[in-house]
């Protein structure tokens, strides 16, 4: 990801209604979890990414058949014939699980009740980020993996057909390995019980039943009982809200703005930037139209706000924030006053270092901006203008990328950001939908 691209200042506000592209993690489990059903999902609006790519490549080696294509709106459609009970085949080479966090971590538990060798691996980034979390609570249900102390990619695991429930205390709360043992579960004798210190996203919870196996959810705490059959299901996936997210923030941030992001999930673990934008005093709202499946969305509206001020955002409220940490911090950057952001370390174990990525670039623009044990302080100031010449570095971190882009787009100056190409890993077309929404 050496490449640098010159973004340019938008030549005027946005103005009318974005639809984004389909959400990351959703798609993802509708890949993964069709892969594991007995039969053939139809699955619509899953998200044309890199990642989900990787998620696609993987479960194909694995011996599920997957017939997606690009349809008009640029979403994948067709769909998936899972292995069902005769299991995934055992793959010749390794699987190159890209820069997904999701589709390792996720892959872990899918392949925990099948006695074939796996290895699993990935780009630098992947391979430096902590995989241990999630392999501890699989060797407790039986999984074996090789190297057993192992906490990076490559990693070699070795599924058992007689998978142990277990009684899980995460000591973070993370929707893959949620998810990862949660999966596990549903091949195990006995109910399988997650608890987590804060609420993760719950698309598991939401979804597995769709796939015809009942899920327990409570605030902190999700279950499942095993041995059950994953049945193939229909579904279609809804706008990704940490996609909307950087559109949300360019009409924040660009003077006269005013515009609707039509079809996105509003799954309240997914908005908490929503909530976050109204404590600052944004003049945004949602609006739930429907559900797909048990995923609720429908539309965000935002305008432009001359008068953000800066919030507290308590650690309780980061997991529903986790992935639009760098584009509220570029938000609060410019709200008056100290916004802080509280218990926000695992933002260190990110595509990139993620909290020494926003306080590199908001330096570079020349923002107070500290830390303080787990915390993330930005002291804003509502008339910060970049200055010519900024270049940002996007560590191949695709958040990280639109966020500085951001920058260029809704300032005066344009700016470089290197490796900016990363965007590919969620959201391929957002230069394309935030320039569309200048000219329509
Ligand atoms: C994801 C969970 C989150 C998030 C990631 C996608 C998922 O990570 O950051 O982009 O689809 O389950 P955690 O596992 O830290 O919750």
């Not at 709360?173 to 109910?191: D, E, F, I």
């Not at 370390?345 to 595509?351: C, D, I, P, V």
Request: proline share 6%; hydrophobic share 40%; aromatic share 4%.
């Amino acid at each position: 990801m050496s490449n640098e691209t010159i973004i340019q200042p938008l030549q005027g506000p946005l103005q009318g209604t974005a639809q984004v592209p389909g959400d990351k993690s959703i798609s993802h489990r509708a890949v993964l979890f069709s892969a594991m059903a007995e039969g053939t999902s139809h699955l619509s609006g899953v998200l044309d990414s890199e990642d989900v790519r990787s998620s696609i490549a993987a479960v194909t080696q694995l011996g599920a058949t997957v017939d997606l294509a690009p349809g008009k709106d640029g979403s994948l459609a067709g769909t998936v014939s899972g292995w069902g009970i005769a299991g995934p085949t055992q793959p010749d080479v390794p699987i190159d699980c890209g820069n997904s966090g999701t589709t390792a971590r996720l892959l872990m538990g899918m392949l925990a009740p099948w006695p074939i060798q796996v290895t699993l691996t990935g780009d630098d980034s992947l391979r430096r980020r902590p995989m241990r979390r999630n392999t501890a609570p699989l060797m407790k249900m039986g999984v074996q993996f090789k190297p057993a102390e192992a906490d990076h990619l490559p990693i070699t695991e070795v599924g058992t057909s007689d998978l142990r429930a277990i009684d899980y205390d995460a000591p973070m709360a993370s929707a893959q390995l949620k998810t990862a043992v949660l999966l596990a579960g549903v091949y195990a004798h006995g109910t399988t019980t997650l608890h987590e210190p804060a609420p993760s996203r719950n698309h598991t919870e939401l979804m597995l039943p769709e796939y015809g196996v009942p899920t327990t959810a409570g605030t902190r705490m999700a279950e499942v009982s095993g041995p059950a059959v994953m049945h193939a299901c229909d579904l279609r996936v809804p706008g990704d809200a940490s996609s909307a997210a950087f559109l949300v923030a360019a009409a924040l941030l660009k003077q006269g703005s005013s515009i609707r992001v039509e079809g996105v999930s509003l799954n309240p673990a997914r908005i908490g930037f929503v909530r976050t934008l109204e404590r600052m005093g944004a003049h945004i709202t949602e609006h739930i139209e429907g559900h797909e499946g048990k995923e609720p969305y429908g539309t965000i509206e935002v305008a432009y706000t001359a008068s953000l001020h800066g919030c507290e955002v308590p650690s309780q409220h980061f997991a529903s924030i986790l992935d639009e940490v760098p584009v509220l911090a570029l938000v609060a950057a410019h709200a008056r006053g100290v916004t802080v952001f509280k218990g926000v370390g695992e933002l260190r174990a990110k595509e990139t270092d993620r909290v020494r990525a926003i306080m590199d670039g908001l330096e570079k623009l020349g923002v107070d901006v500290w830390e303080e044990g787990e915390n993330l302080y930005i002291e804003g100031d509502p008339s910060l203008c970049a200055p010519a010449g900024l270049a940002f570095n996007s560590e191949g971190d695709h958040r990280i990328a639109m966020t500085w882009a951001l920058v260029g787009l809704c300032g005066t100056e344009p700016v470089t950001v290197r490796g900016f190409d990363a965007v590919a890993v969620s959201y391929p077309t957002f230069l394309a939908d935030i320039e569309s929404l200048v000219r329509s």
